[in-house]
Structure formats: structure tokens, C-alpha cells
């Protein structure tokens, strides 16, 4: 990081500490900036930047009529697991979670929003007491297990795949004549993610031996199997956003009736410009994705995160946006902001995580339109 940047950032945290005497409700960022290090310019410290520029941006925007708010800006110390925080005389304390959490006794704490990592989230949860609540916003690793007072906004891993296997279940009890083709790519996330989609499909009540493991490596005759015109209307389900395999599938699919064919993956494969998008397009396409849709058509809080950062395309900007209203507006169920949707769940004794992902189908005669995910029976 640049010594103009550090500066910058140190003031930040000066003028947070400075301001955290009001006698008002805090919310405290805790956040990688990696004030310690001069040198790198490394993603955590581009990504604790963006994420703070649009978070500070929502706190200022929006017209919000609950408790005042001040905003404590601590950095995080990644490679020590401590909290860094600069002290009214200009130095630096440095202390590990459950310091900084005793620390905070005196001061109504309500939110500690990061770090990044699962691990320091959990370990700041695991010493809060029962008006303070951590939220980390990123990691999609969270265990809430045993932490009441932690938050995982970020869907969990894998749940992308679960809800594509609810669909397909839902979807082969419908048209029994149907078949589900899914790609093993010989991988341990390969492994992982069957593991997901074959547990959706189960709990819906679908019948897995009914699901076909094809081998999905691109030199495994992907294009010729995968080509062949049985005429047995078939999902080809390719859970990874591996590009080649999923471009030597769209070869083979061309030689397929669209009427008999869909293609099933995830939201990188579908966005990715390394793909032919007439191959890609030509037969009806269903994916799932953690973002929503249509953040990118927010004009009005795109133009408020580009006069705060300078680089209104920024994704964690916008995820810090939209972490800062998800916790104004405080739904207790299910909330729709601009970059995610918010549908939460709880373990007993445990926190609350994150259930919201999106699925949509494309059909080159309807366009794009939202499926609602398959509830449980």
C-alpha cells in the first residue's frame, strides 16, 4: 500500500476512536486495511477499502430514522488474528479478540461487521456478549454452530448445487420421461458439489439412482457423447465453471434437438466471456447464483459508490453497500437488497446464516426469468 494510502487510513482509524466517545449506539468495521505493511498494495487491503467506501456510502445516503449510529474503524491484523486500533495519544493497541470484546463493555456495541476469514469471525462471536452481534459479510465458510451472537450474510458453499438438485427432482416428478445427466470432473470440489446436488435432489424426494454420471473432463469424448440425438429430453448439469468442459459440452449439445436439451450450471459459467454465446444460447439454459440479477441496474447507488470511491463497478463496494442496508432495515425474515437476497436460518444455540440463492431460466423465446426455488415437502 502506498504511504499516501496508509496515511489516509490511519487517520481514519485516529478520527473513528475520536468519535466513538458520543454516547450513541456503535457499529464497529473490522476490517484487513493492513495499516502495518507499507509495501504490498495485496487484494485484502483493496478489498477492506472498497468494502468500507460503500458501506460508509449507505450509512450516509439513506434516511434512517433508528438509534444514532457512530461507526468504528478498526483494522485487522491477518496474519496475527489481533485487532488494531489507534489510541487518542497516536498509538497503536493491538489486541487479540477477546481483549478487544471485554474492551467494548463500556459502549453499546450492536454490530461488528468482519473480518473477511471465517476463522476471525468466529473467534470475535465466540466472546460477545448478547447485545452485540458479528456479521461477516464475505466468507462462505462460516460455522455458526454453538455462536449465537455470529451472522453469516454470505449463503453457504455449496448451496448453489443443493438448490439446483431441489430443482431437478422437482422437475424429473414432473416429467418422469425425462433424465438428468450430471459431469464429474474427477476433483475434490467435483466430489463436493455432487455431494450438495445429490442431497437437494434426495430431500426433494427425487430418486438418485435415476441421476447419470457422465465422466466431464474435456478430453473424455465430451463433445461426441454428449452429442449423440437420443431424443430423451436430458439436463446436463455441470456444477463447476470449469470453461473448457463446459465449452466442449455446448459443442456436443449443438448437435441435439434444443427442444430435448437444457443445460444446468452455475452463474461463472453463464457469464463467462470465453464462451460462444450462440452456442450457449441456443437451447434453454437454467443457473443459480448467490448475487442478484439485477444490481447492476441500481443507477442511482452505482453514482453514490463512484463519488465515495472513484470505481463504481467495484463488487466489494457494493457488498458493502448492501451489507450496511441489510442491517438497517433489520428484517427478521427474508430481505431483498441490491447485490444479494438475505433468507435467514438458525441452528439451535447457533447463529443465524444466509439460505438466499437466486435461480433463473433462460428460454430463447421467453428471455430471462426468475424460478422459485423449491421448498422442502
Given at each position: 500500500?502506498?504511504?499516501?494510502?496508509?496515511?489516509?487510513?490511519?487517520?481514519?482509524?485516529?478520527?473513528?476512536?475520536?468519535?466513538?466517545?458520543?454516547?450513541?449506539?456503535?457499529?464497529?468495521?473490522?476490517?484487513?486495511?493492513?495499516?502495518?505493511?507499507?509495501?504490498?498494495?495485496?487484494?485484502?487491503?483493496?478489498?477492506?477499502?472498497?468494502?468500507?467506501?460503500?458501506?460508509?456510502?449507505?450509512?450516509?445516503?439513506?434516511?434512517?430514522?433508528?438509534?444514532?449510529?457512530?461507526?468504528?474503524?478498526?483494522?485487522?491484523?491477518?496474519?496475527?488474528?489481533?485487532?488494531?486500533?489507534?489510541?487518542?495519544?497516536?498509538?497503536?493497541?493491538?489486541?487479540?479478540?477477546?481483549?478487544?470484546?471485554?474492551?467494548?463493555?463500556?459502549?453499546?456495541?450492536?454490530?461488528?461487521?468482519?473480518?473477511?476469514?471465517?476463522?476471525d469471525s468466529e473467534a470475535l462471536a465466540l466472546h460477545a456478549n448478547p447485545s452485540t452481534y458479528v456479521i461477516n459479510?464475505?466468507?462462505?465458510?462460516?460455522?455458526?454452530?454453538?455462536?449465537?451472537?455470529?451472522?453469516?450474510?454470505?449463503?453457504?458453499?455449496?448451496?448453489?448445487?443443493?438448490?439446483?438438485?431441489?430443482?431437478?427432482?422437482?422437475?424429473?416428478?414432473?416429467?418422469?420421461?425425462?433424465?438428468?445427466?450430471?459431469?464429474?470432473?474427477?476433483?475434490?470440489?467435483?466430489?463436493?458439489?455432487?455431494?450438495?446436488?445429490?442431497?437437494?435432489?434426495?430431500?426433494?424426494?427425487?430418486?438418485?439412482?435415476?441421476?447419470?454420471?457422465?465422466?466431464?473432463?474435456?478430453?473424455?469424448?465430451?463433445?461426441?457423447?454428449?452429442?449423440?440425438?437420443?431424443?430423451?429430453?436430458?439436463?446436463?448439469?455441470?456444477?463447476?465453471?470449469?470453461?473448457?468442459?463446459?465449452?466442449?459440452?455446448?459443442?456436443?449439445?449443438?448437435?441435439?434437438?434444443?427442444?430435448?436439451?437444457?443445460?444446468?450450471?452455475?452463474?461463472?459459467?453463464?457469464?463467462?466471456?470465453?464462451?460462444?454465446?450462440?452456442?450457449?444460447?441456443?437451447?434453454?439454459?437454467?443457473?443459480?447464483?448467490?448475487?442478484?440479477?439485477?444490481?447492476?441496474?441500481?443507477?442511482?447507488?452505482?453514482e453514490q459508490i463512484h463519488r465515495a470511491l472513484g470505481d463504481s463497478k467495484s463488487r466489494w463496494a457494493w457488498l458493502?453497500?448492501?451489507?450496511?442496508?441489510?442491517?438497517?432495515?433489520?428484517?427478521?425474515?427474508?430481505?431483498?437488497?441490491?447485490?444479494?437476497?438475505?433468507?435467514?436460518?438458525?441452528?439451535?444455540?447457533?447463529?443465524?446464516?444466509?439460505?438466499?440463492?437466486?435461480?433463473?431460466?433462460?428460454?430463447?423465446?421467453?428471455?430471462?426469468?426468475?424460478?422459485?426455488?423449491?421448498?422442502?415437502?
Open positions: 500500500m502506498g504511504l499516501l494510502r496508509t496515511a489516509s487510513i490511519y487517520l481514519l482509524l485516529a478520527t473513528a476512536y475520536a468519535a466513538s466517545a458520543q454516547g450513541r449506539v456503535h457499529w464497529a468495521l473490522v476490517l484487513p486495511f493492513q495499516i502495518q505493511n507499507d509495501s504490498t498494495g495485496a487484494n485484502p487491503q483493496r478489498m477492506a477499502t472498497e468494502f468500507y467506501s460503500g458501506f460508509k456510502a449507505a450509512l450516509d445516503s439513506v434516511n434512517y430514522s433508528g438509534d444514532s449510529i457512530t461507526l468504528d474503524i478498526y483494522d485487522f491484523d491477518e496474519a496475527m488474528g489481533r485487532i488494531v486500533s489507534i489510541q487518542a495519544d497516536g498509538l497503536k493497541l493491538s489486541q487479540s479478540p477477546k481483549e478487544f470484546m471485554q474492551s467494548q463493555d463500556g459502549q453499546v456495541l450492536r454490530y461488528v461487521i468482519g473480518p473477511f476469514r471465517a476463522e459479510p464475505v466468507s462462505r465458510d462460516v460455522s455458526v454452530t454453538g455462536l449465537p451472537q455470529l451472522i453469516a450474510s454470505a449463503p453457504k458453499r455449496y448451496l448453489e448445487s443443493e438448490s439446483l438438485g431441489r430443482l431437478a427432482a422437482k422437475d424429473f416428478i414432473s416429467r418422469p420421461n425425462s433424465r438428468t445427466v450430471l459431469f464429474d470432473l474427477g476433483d475434490k470440489n467435483s466430489q463436493l458439489q455432487h455431494r450438495a446436488f445429490f442431497k437437494g435432489f434426495t430431500q426433494f424426494g427425487g430418486d438418485s439412482t435415476k441421476v447419470q454420471i457422465w465422466d466431464g473432463r474435456p478430453n473424455a469424448n465430451l463433445v461426441e457423447r454428449v452429442g449423440r440425438d437420443d431424443l430423451v429430453s436430458t439436463r446436463f448439469v455441470l456444477l463447476d465453471d470449469k470453461v473448457l468442459s463446459a465449452a466442449r459440452i455446448l459443442q456436443g449439445l449443438r448437435q441435439r434437438p434444443a427442444s430435448q436439451t437444457e443445460f444446468w450450471t452455475v452463474s461463472n459459467t453463464v457469464n463467462s466471456p470465453s464462451l460462444d454465446a450462440f452456442l450457449l444460447l441456443r437451447q434453454p439454459i437454467v443457473w443459480v447464483q448467490t448475487d442478484r440479477l439485477e444490481f447492476a441496474s441500481y443507477d442511482a447507488v452505482d458493502g453497500y448492501d451489507t450496511a442496508l441489510m442491517l438497517l432495515v433489520n428484517e427478521p425474515g427474508r430481505y431483498t437488497g441490491p447485490r444479494r437476497s438475505y433468507d435467514w436460518g438458525s441452528e439451535p444455540q447457533g447463529g443465524a446464516y444466509n439460505k438466499a440463492v437466486e435461480l433463473y431460466r433462460y428460454d430463447p423465446k421467453q428471455g430471462v426469468n426468475s424460478v422459485p426455488i423449491p421448498a422442502l415437502p
